[in-house]
């Protein structure tokens, strides 16, 4: 028997689409703590050989004090999956789920060839 051919699935997210879902996610949590303020800018970190993260930039108005959020792989993972789960986006249960960077979007990869080897 030869080798199986690979089955990947993505789903592409723009970049507002991840602040308020990791946004949403963090505040979920019981001890997350978000910044005050506006989002005064986010960018995606990261991409090739270094794992995606988010670093979202508040200000609060009150002072114009600016401060730094850096959001992990782990939590924009995590907040996509309950994206996902949200819209009713139907995602395959037991496939490997990680997250890559398109320019200003990231993708949810789902390998369902792995077969949650990597969670």
Request: positive net charge; contains cysteine; hydrophobic residues 40%.
């Amino acid at each position: 028997m030869g080798q199986v051919p690979s089955e990947l699935r993505h789903i592409l997210f723009r970049l507002p689409e991840v602040v308020a879902a990791a946004l949403d996610h963090l505040r979920q949590r019981p001890h997350a703590e978000v910044p005050a303020g506006t989002v005064q800018r986010a960018e995606l970190l990261g991409g090739g050989s270094e794992p995606p993260a988010l670093r979202i930039t508040f200000r609060t108005d009150a002072d114009d004090r600016r401060t730094v959020l850096d959001i992990p792989e782990e939590e924009l993972r995590a907040a996509l999956l309950a994206l996902c789960r949200k819209r009713c986006i139907p995602l395959p249960m037991d496939a490997a789920k990680s997250l890559s960077r398109h320019g200003e979007r990231l993708a949810l990869v789902m390998n369902l060839t792995e077969r949650r080897a990597a969670g």
